[in-house]
């Protein structure tokens, strides 16, 4: 019997300063002209979240044991990267995938017209189906302040 395995991912970033500008990457894509978030990466939320919950469900540790931020190589890099990486490791684990969910929580960027492009590039990313929500908070919190944004990740692997 083939016993299916489910993980959470759970990522924060803030925006970076007014000082010290950057593009928005989130869920794989460049949002010109909306605020970018800090981050040893690209601060792509919503790619390290679904990245977060292959690891959770595989069993083999978290984003910092594999891209730590002690890591120069993984400087800048890209959301779609290291979700690329994280499904190969899930995968040299014994697992396929079977799909990952993401949902993104922020008052901007306003995620919904963008979201078939998200998903195509991400399921590109991961080689299975990523899916993803947006909410906002309803302005409570960090995300409501716009001071950061958050993004929370299931996903479903088997072993093989
Ligand atoms: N950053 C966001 C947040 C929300 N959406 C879309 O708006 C809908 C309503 O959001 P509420 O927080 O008011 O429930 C939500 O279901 C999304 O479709 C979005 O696109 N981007
Ligand atoms: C991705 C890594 C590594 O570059 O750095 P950050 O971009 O800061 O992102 P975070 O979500 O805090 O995860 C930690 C690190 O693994």
Do not use: C, K
């Amino acid at each position: 019997m083939i016993v299916p395995r489910t993980g959470i991912g759970v990522d924060v970033h803030a925006y970076a300063p007014d000082d010290a500008p950057q593009p928005l990457w989130l869920a794989g894509l460049l949002w010109e002209g909306e605020r970018g978030l800090s981050g040893h990466s690209d601060g792509d939320a919503v790619a390290h979240a679904a990245a977060d919950a292959l690891f959770s469900a595989a069993g083999v540790g978290d984003l910092g044991t594999h891209f730590g931020t002690d890591r120069p190589d993984y400087a800048g890099a890209s959301g779609t990267r290291l979700l690329a990486e994280a499904a190969r490791i899930v995968r040299a684990a014994g697992f396929e995938i079977g799909n990952i969910a993401v949902q993104f929580i922020a008052q901007r960027p306003v995620f919904a017209p963008r979201r078939d492009e998200a998903q195509r590039v991400l399921t590109e990313a991961a080689g299975a189906p990523v899916s993803v929500s947006a909410t906002t908070s309803d302005h409570l919190g960090f995300t409501g302040r716009r001071e950061g944004v958050a993004a929370v990740a299931t996903a479903l692997v088997y072993p093989i």
